[in-house]
């Protein structure tokens, strides 16, 4: 086992150590590679009595693992019905695992299962196309055959696929995934140099490894990471230990890659073949963001509001730019949301402090954040249930000769009677001071744009510095506000 057993899930063992008293046994059990460097430990979920949330917009389901503690890894979702999630010991986390649940009722009910003949393999992630086919890259601990596992008979039986062959120094599968049922891609870290990635035309039953001329040498020390990849039609993502992100634009034949303003363990996120975010999967608590708006070229380093959580972050297909995180380090467990591409973040109320682990989501903003189960009838996962379609603002500012005011309908339903008002308070001779605009109707994803023209002086030094205050409201009762610092100098506004 590779120090990537704890640091890929975002499983810090420490502090379950301390419940459960094992140090001792997994100082035995794991190299000292595997120890180094960990993410934010995870908050053990309570083994008491389990609260079902009937309200609010996550539900309690159970995953029916009959061994307590059972995390969810990963989450494929193949629609609003078809389901399949990973897990992980949550116990002792060094300790192999080959569980995994599979609904095909949307989450009414689950059926757990482990994979045969797969003993001293982990999970790095799932990959289903329906309820039969389903692709697995399983790591090895001590003397496991590791490689890329694949059923077609629904988990009742599973076979290696050897021409995938992961078995070289270095050797460490890490992501699968299939366009449709002869079309797929996998990637493992660096063997022989270069990153073990493999295409196939035939569903597997052939894996022809892309040539070493066609990927981008990694770093010294550089590998990949378990699970953590994005793809958008024809183009994948996947991100580094080094926060570097490779992309291919053709199914995995060709690559490139670009650093990102993160330094560590990168997984990212894409709404489209443009526009995505990265996060850092190895910060305390809270994440670190990047966003880019040309496929992953180039990087802007995001410095968000409210709580953003580090254990997983995704795109919500469908939606105009919102983004869900969750968490499980203790004292920042939880889920939160973003409708703004992930510069403001909003916490769901209804699963503060709980544990969340990986997601998985579908259109409709139907989908699944992992936890821990109690026992076989009692928890495990969460399911996200939209509530009633409302719109909701987002307010971007931009300055220059004079400044603009973009108000954009990033919610699930059309605004009518949008109005947006100004006001610029603070500095010299400011004229005028007020502006405002309207839009009658405001679609799902549309915009409206109010522009602003002051002339005077606030840079700070005579009075305080302006600030420009926007209000936004519709007549269905939602509003928004927006409050900006700006300095201006005649007709020239410079934001702060």
Known sequence: MTKKLLIERGLAVGIILLFFGAAVSLTLVMPISAREPQTPPVLLK??????????????????????????????????????????????????????????????????????????????????????????????????????????????????????????????????????????????????????????????????????????????????????????????????????RLYRSIDQGLHWTVAQTPLRSYTKPTFKDENHGLVFDMNTAGSAALSETSDGGVTWQKVDFTGPCYNYDLRYIPGTVNMYISTGATDGASGASYSLDGGHTWTQYADVVGTPMLSLGFTTGKIGWAGSFNTDEFTGGIFKHVPGDPAPAFCIDVAGGNGFSVIVTNVGDTTATDVTCDVTIEGGLFIKPKDFSGNQATLGIGANFTVIGTPKGIGLGFLKPMPTITIDVNCAEGIGATKTIQAKIFFSKVTLQ
Not at 137 to 147: D, E, I, K, R, S
Not at 192 to 206: A, C, L, M
Not at 218 to 236: H, K, N
Request: glycine residues 12%; hydrophobic residues 35%.
């Open 46 to 243: 309570s083994l008491g009595t389990s609260t079902f949330f009937t309200t609010g917009e996550w539900m309690e389901q159970a995953t029916t693992f009959s061994d307590r503690n059972r995390g969810i890894s990963y989450i494929c979702c193949v629609n609003d019905s078809i389901v399949w999630a990973s897990a992980f010991n949550g116990d002792t986390p060094a300790y192999p695992c080959q569980d995994y649940t599979i609904t095909i009722d949307g989450g009414t009910t689950w059926s757990a299962h482990t994979i045969p003949d797969a003993v001293n393999l982990y999970f790095s992630m799932i990959f289903a196309l329906d309820a039969t086919s389903a692709w697995a890259p399983l790591y090895a601990h001590q003397n496991g055959v590791m490689g890329l596992y694949c059923t077609s008979d629904g988990g009742n039986t599973w076979m290696r696929q050897e021409s995938a062959s992961f078995n070289l120094l270095g050797s460490f599968p890490n992501c699968v995934h299939f366009w449709d049922a002869s079309v797929g891609w996998c990637m493992g870290d660096p063997a022989d140099g270069y990153y073990e990635i493999y295409t196939t035309s035939d569903g597997g039953t052939t894996w022809v490894r892309v040539p070493s001329e066609n990927i981008p040498d990694p770093l010294q020390g550089e590998y990949g990471l378990s699970g953590s990849y994005c793809v958008v039609g024809d183009t994948i993502w996947f991100g580094t230990n080094m926060g």
